[in-house]
Each structure stands twice: as structure tokens, then as C-alpha cells.
């Protein structure tokens, strides 16, 4: 059962446009989501998370928003870079279920030059 | 460098085989989770301690066991391996449970 997914397997974004990525969750518990970001053979590197209390977090280029109601947050990247071109991981963790971070499929971005 | 050390970083073994994957924390994290990631496939929680205690167990198979020691490194078990199994290990740890966890490099385990 996945509790968290992303419905888009891949997307490509011209550099200096915003890429946004979309993520799902299921679970109404829920509460503290995150994405990373991961280059090939390498692991998952932290980029910005959002308390459920909040419904944005901004972190210089990246963006994440949360609509609750809808189950749904997304990473926002403006301006893209090449170098943002990686697989992009949503997680999402609930107290209630000691926290254990549940991750979606992951998101290609490729950030052509 | 996120501060989280896996050690073997490659790992080929036969069926039916056992190793033990090594990971250390951050210095100062608590806790400790383990992932899985196969082919294509995103990564699939198996198991989380904090502070020494199991705190939570995700799709665990019975032939996988790990532990966190008092010095807060973690070691991962996998017996009876099969072609399977082949996949990336990652260990992450966190300050708490309820943080953002900081990943490892992985470990690549091939059973042949």
C-alpha cells in the first residue's frame, strides 16, 4: 500500500523556468513531509521539509507547499538549474506511527540547458 | 557529505549466503533507519531504532534482522539470500524521530 506517491515518473524543464513537483499522500495522520533529492549512486541528500502546522516553506530556489485538504504537496525550483537535474523524493512521517519516514517512487527531473 | 557512514560500499555474495551491513549515525543522531531500494523501485522502509530500542519495523523480511548498538552504529543482517535481495541498502539517521534524516551512501549488495 503506498502511502505516498508521485504520479510522475519523470519531467523536463527548460533552465531558468520553475519546475514543480507533485506529491500525494494518503495518510491523514501525516505530519512532517520532506524532499531529496538523489544523483545516481549516491545516497538521498535532505533539501527542505514542512511541518503540517505550516502550508509553505521556502528555502532560497526551492518551494515546498502543503494543501493539507487535498493531500498534496509540491516542490517548487525557480530558476532550474542543470545541476537540479537528479530524482526528486517525497517522504512523509507521523508521530502516531513512530515517525518512520514513507517515501514515493521519486520524480526525474532533467533541467536542459 | 551527510555524516552517515555504510560500510561495504559493494558487496557480492551467493544465494543462500549471509552478510551484515555496517552503518554509522551523524554524531549526536539517535536514530537510525534502514531502506531498501531495488531496481526502479523507490525506497522501501525496513526498520528504525532510537537510542538502542526498535522503534518501528517496516517491510522486514524474517530472513533480515538488525540491531542498533550502544555506541549507536547499526548493523543490518540478511541471511538465506536470494537473487532478490539484490538491491541498495541505505542507512539514514536522524537528531529524533520526527526530524529530517540525513542518508548514508549505500551499500550495493549483488547475490549471484
Known amino acids: 500500500d503506498q502511502q505516498v506517491k508521485q504520479n510522475s515518473p519523470s519531467l523536463s524543464v527548460q533552465e531558468g523556468r520553475i519546475s514543480i513537483l507533485n506529491c500525494d499522500y494518503t495518510?491523514?495522520?501525516?505530519?512532517?513531509f520532506l524532499w531529496y533529492k538523489k544523483y545516481p549512486a549516491e545516497g538521498p541528500t535532505f533539501l527542505i521539509s514542512i511541518s503540517s502546522i505550516k502550508d509553505k516553506n521556502e528555502d532560497g530556489r526551492f518551494t515546498v507547499f502543503l494543501n493539507k485538504s487535498a493531500k498534496h504537496l509540491s516542490l517548487h525550483i525557480v530558476p532550474s538549474q542543470p545541476g537540479d537535474s537528479a530524482v526528486y523524493f517525497c517522504?512523509?512521517?507521523?508521530?502516531?506511527?513512530?515517525?518512520?519516514?514513507?517515501f514515493g517512487t521519486g520524480t526525474s527531473l532533467t533541467v536542459i540547458p | 557529505d551527510s555524516g552517515v557512514t555504510q560500510t561495504p560500499k559493494h558487496l557480492i555474495t551467493a544465494t543462500g549466503q549471509r552478510v551484515t551491513l555496517r552503518c554509522s549515525p551523524r554524531?549526536?543522531?539517535?536514530?537510525v533507519y534502514w531502506y531498501q531500494q531495488s531496481l526502479d523501485q523507490g525506497l522501501q522502509f525496513l526498520i528504525q531504532?532510537?537510542?538502542?530500542?526498535?522503534?518501528a519495523k517496516g517491510n522486514i523480511l524474517e530472513r533480515f534482522s538488525a540491531q542498533q548498538f550502544p555506541d549507536l552504529h547499526s548493523e543490518l543482517n540478511l541471511s538465506s539470500l536470494e537473487l532478490g535481495d539484490s538491491a541498495l541498502y541505505f542507512c539514514?539517521?536522524?537528531?529524533?524521530?520526527?526530524?529530517?534524516?540525513?542518508f548514508g551512501q549505500g551499500t550495493r549488495l549483488t547475490v549471484v
Open positions: 531504532y532510537y537510542n538502542g530500542e526498535e522503534r
Open positions: 554524531s549526536g543522531d539517535l536514530s
Open positions: 495518510n491523514s495522520m501525516f505530519d512532517y
Open positions: 517522504a512523509a512521517s507521523a508521530l502516531i506511527t513512530g515517525n518512520q519516514f514513507y
Open positions: 539514514a539517521s536522524s537528531a529524533r524521530p520526527g526530524t529530517e534524516a540525513f
